[in-house]
């Protein structure tokens, strides 16, 4: 499945506090055993907060930076794909900086390949232009599953995810929820969607990593 | 104060304190102060009701270690051994070094002078024992000098207290009516063996004399002044650009601390000017090394910054923080360990955008959820509280600070049914709660409310965490306000 592939994907945020984003990053990047660099821009901090750790479940831990300039956002993440012992790159970039051109995706991309480690970039507030990003997703809350215990309550989470542009798989989406009891991603198809309903969206593929 | 130019003139009565148990408690004093009956040891309340005009200001003791210590080999110009002794004193070790400077006498006048140059008073005293030194420069006459055949007789006319006794043993002999040295020494030695037989050696006379008068060996364990280790280029042309020249410096530094089997943590490049101007680039690392590439790296986009003038004609590269740091063996394939990559890339990271961009989530003890997790410098090491094992629901992001929401329909019990937060109408359409967390009384001020925190669902499914401070008749303020601190998945 395109979401567990080593290599650079973005991922828009459909509302900017929206926080499944991040839910559906860290779920790709579940079985990881090693460190994973995490880096935000100010604008991202202040208006989507930080990782909170008592619910982030990466065993490696957390090395996180935080810059004010996006163009030391890219420098980071490009630093830190150049490193073996890192498990992941996360970055958040606000907005639709002009530091983040082709160019810059296509740097990420490349070294995110070479040294076979995932590579996401979080965007919020931003429209979806040029990139050279090899799998393009658009996250958004949808409300929860039932909760079992609880009828007044929410229960996991469900994102509606849409694969948009890929090289490797084909794009579509998904209703896409998250058992958080075994830690799987749940993919389902959209109903109505005669296009999306055809093969990839399976209920129980497994949460790859 | 002296240093800076502001000392307070002589005459006014001024002291120096230090937190004591109940209250700032006397650390020094001047003369003034002194004579008007203010000793070491009280508390500043009631030397002020003695004196009102008494100036306070707070001592430094660490401040003032350092200093000693930096004097201590300031005072080698005299001879080779010096040492700390306490808090205020220095002993030097001058066996054949006083001819040098003209005889003992001359040399205790040649200290004294230097020492005031400083702006420091001192009480010198030379004797062949530590102890009796002590004694002697603290109880005896100005510049006492003791031959090595008179130290029982110079010795003889001090009180007890110049045997480097402790408080409780000076004052248990004061009763016993031993109040000079000589009286220790003419009581016949078994009866004070008998008494002070389990004493230790600050508190037990008889110790503590048999150190004065040499018959206890005492020896001076000179510390030896570390060379600093430091890779130097001097440029016969002046230029402008010192890149290049960086990594032929690491590569000696890291040859230097090779010899040695010692790493650096940190790293301060000086760059010299012609026209004298000098600027310091420094780098740090996060485990010790001696890797000539990986520290010629942390200076990269570091030296741009730097106003070349008229160009620089000398480079100094000085390791700091050196730790010892033994041979690694590496794998096969010649690759360091996974660890060693990670520590490379928290310096780099930390070298060019700062100690306090690079840092790592560490869960504490703590059940307030902002003091649950804190964030320290990624080139520290850190340590993890333990995790609660059952864990509460928690949210994948916390804001930094809570922001305010503003309630537009609210229930009796539960959460808001409307509010609004960042100009926009929510709605919310589920929720679970309350979760009560109170405020942690052994930290936060007094009158903090606790915290009623409920996990919301909004119309659109955006799943914040809210909380209401305080409780209509908690008595702490008026009406509990709303706030929104994160954000589930």
């Keep these: 499945m395109a979401c567990g592939s080593r290599t650079f994907a973005d991922v828009f945020a459909a509302t900017a506090p929206d926080a499944g984003v991040v839910g559906f990053v860290l779920a790709s990047l579940q079985n990881q055993t090693r460190p994973v660099l995490w880096v935000q821009d100010h604008l991202s901090v202040a208006e989507a907060g930080g990782p909170y750790l008592p619910a982030v479940s990466l065993s490696g831990g957390i090395l996180r930076v935080r810059l004010n300039r996006p163009t030391d956002v890219l420098q980071a993440m490009e630093d830190g794909l150049g490193c073996s012992a890192l498990g992941g790159v996360i970055g958040e970039i606000w907005g639709e900086p002009p530091a983040l051109s082709f160019t810059a995706t296509k740097r990420l991309a490349l070294r995110s390949e070479h040294n076979a480690i995932p590579c996401w970039l979080v965007r919020r507030g931003g429209t979806a232009n040029l990139s050279a990003a090899r799998n393009r997703w658009r996250v958004a809350s949808l409300p929860s599953t039932p909760n079992v215990y609880d009828a007044k309550a929410p229960g996991d989470p469900r994102w509606r995810v849409e694969l948009f542009r890929s090289r490797s798989a084909q794009p579509g989406t998904w209703i896409v929820s998250h058992d958080r009891a075994s830690d799987r991603l749940h993919f389902s198809a959209v109903s109505g969607d005669g296009a999306v309903a055809a093969s990839h969206g399976a209920v129980g593929e497994r949460a790859p990593g | ?489």
């Design chain 2, 1 to 489: 104060m002296a240093r800076s130019g502001n000392a307070p003139p002589d005459d006014l009565p001024i002291v120096l304190a230090i937190d004591g148990q109940h209250g700032p408690v006397i650390h020094a004093s001047n003369r003034a102060a002194r004579q008007l009956g203010i000793h070491k040891g009280a508390r500043v309340v009631d030397m002020r009701a003695l004196c009102p005009t008494l100036q306070v200001e707070y001592a430094d003791p660490a401040g003032d270690m350092r200093a000693l210590d930096q004097l201590m080999l300031w005072a080698r110009q005299w001879c080779p051994w010096s040492v700390v002794d306490g808090t205020d004193g220095l002993i030097l070790d001058t066996t054949g070094s006083d001819h040098l400077f003209g005889g003992e006498v001359a040399l205790l006048v040649a200290m004294e002078e230097r020492f005031s140059q400083l702006g420091l008073t001192t009480q010198i005293a030379l004797a062949p024992t530590w102890g009796a030194a002590w004694g002697l420069a603290r109880f005896g006459p100005v510049r006492a000098l003791c031959p090595a055949d008179g130290v029982d007789t110079a010795l003889a006319p001090l009180p007890v207290k110049a045997l480097r006794l402790t408080e409780d043993s000076a004052l248990l002999l004061h009763r016993l009516g031993l109040k000079t040295v000589a009286d220790i020494a003419a009581v016949p030695r078994l009866s004070l063996t008998r008494r002070f037989a389990r004493a230790s050696l600050e508190s037990n006379p008889l110790l503590r004399l048999d150190q004065a008068l040499g018959q206890l060996a005492e020896p001076l364990a000179s510390i030896e002044e570390t060379p600093p280790l430091r890779a130097l280029t001097r440029l016969s042309e002046p230029i402008e650009d010192p890149t290049t020249h960086v990594p032929e410096l690491c590569a000696d530094l890291c040859a230097q601390l090779k010899a040695t089997e010692q790493g650096c943590r940190q790293l301060r490049l000086t760059i010299y000017r012609t026209d004298g101007e000098v600027s310091t680039v420094c780098a740090a690392t996060s485990r010790p090394s001696r890797n000539a590439t990986h520290l010629a790296r942390l200076f990269d986009g570091k030296l741009e910054r730097i106003n070349p003038g008229f160009g620089f004609d000398l480079i100094v590269l000085e390791a700091l923080g050196v730790e010892p740091l033994a041979a690694a063996q590496y794998g096969l394939d010649r690759k360091a360990g996974d660890d060693m990559a990670l520590a490379h890339l928290v310096d780099r990271l930390t070298a060019r955008f700062g100690i306090k961009a690079v840092t790592r989530p560490v869960r504490r003890e703590s059940h307030v959820p902002e003091r649950a997790q804190a964030w320290v410098g990624a080139l520290t090491a850190h340590t993890d509280a333990d995790v609660p094992v059952v864990a509460p629901d928690r949210p994948l992001r916390l804001l930094e600070t809570p922001e305010e929401i503003r309630v537009l329909y609210a229930v009796p019990e539960g959460p808001p049914a409307q509010f609004i937060w960042r100009r926009q109408t929510l709605q919310v359409a589920r929720y679970a709660g309350p979760e009560r967390i109170a405020p942690e009384w052994w930290q936060d001020k007094p009158g903090t409310r606790l915290r009623d925190y409920f996990k919301v669902e909004d119309q659109t499914g955006r799943r914040l965490w809210l909380y209401r401070e305080g409780l209509h008749d908690d008595g702490r303020g008026g009406i509990p306000r709303w706030f929104l601190h994160g954000m589930f998945a």
